[in-house]
């Protein structure tokens, strides 16, 4: 399979999935153009251990999770510097939402949706990502996520159950 | 009336993320990946290039030590420089009568 197959095969699903990590048509294009950079330099040293579609979901949800870190980072040195804030931890990752798939009717709760899901930690994000955004089995969400059903079961009891706590909070507010 | 349970107010905001809907990816991103791909070739450089400049540092380093070591050897050979050669004598005469 040559690169050009490759990528109309895949372009779809890895813009897809760097859009429900980032909620951002923009953030999801330059890590999706990122990603099939990463493909195109690795491809002679995939090994066919997994599946060629498992390789690239690996890929851009590393790269998802590389771009929120260096994002983050950028935005706390920037408010440290401007603002002399007494915790840079504090800031938290704001994002302008704009996620072309969300339905107009749906937005604001979809939105509330994806604040708490930001918050969660990002293994608990995976799972829900996977299993209810991009439909996927137990079983391949755990072979994506190199982990046991039972991990991935587990994960996603927790990531509910934090789900629900910061919806609960934020409607409180 | 009966409140829901949590988890279960729980199920129902997360099915509203299965509506969501898959978009297509922007036409323009594979003309900016091949770009991008294309830029970096030229911006790199070729390994024969680097072999290259490599062998023509180390015949000029070995060319640069040989004419070093034979240097040596022949000012060994030939002169022995003498210490007025080094430290220059002075002609200056200072008479104190």
Redesign the interface.
Known sequence: MNF?EI?SEH??L???LA??YLQN?EDA?EV??DV??KV?NKIHSFKENSSLKTWIYRITINTSLDFIKAKKRNKRIFLYSALQIDDPNRVIHAVNFD?????ME?KE??EK?FQALNKLPVEQKTV?ILL??E?KTQAETADIMLKTIKAVESLFQRA?KN??TI??ENEGL | MKKPS??K??KD??E???????????DE??G??LS??KNRKNATISMTWIRSAAAAILILISVEGYMIITGDFKMNQNTTPSIESIIPSSNNLLIYD
Do not use: E, T
Request: proline share 4%.
């Open positions: 050009q990528y372009s779809n890895v813009f897809n859009l429900h048509k294009q999706a153009q099939f950079m195109y996620h072309p798939g969300v339905l749906d709760s979809v949706i829900v209810r955004l439909q509910k789900l629900n919806l609960n | 949590s988890k107010q729980m905001k997360l509203i993320l299965a509506k969501i809907q898959k978009v297509n990816a922007p991103m594979y900016n990946i991008i791909i």
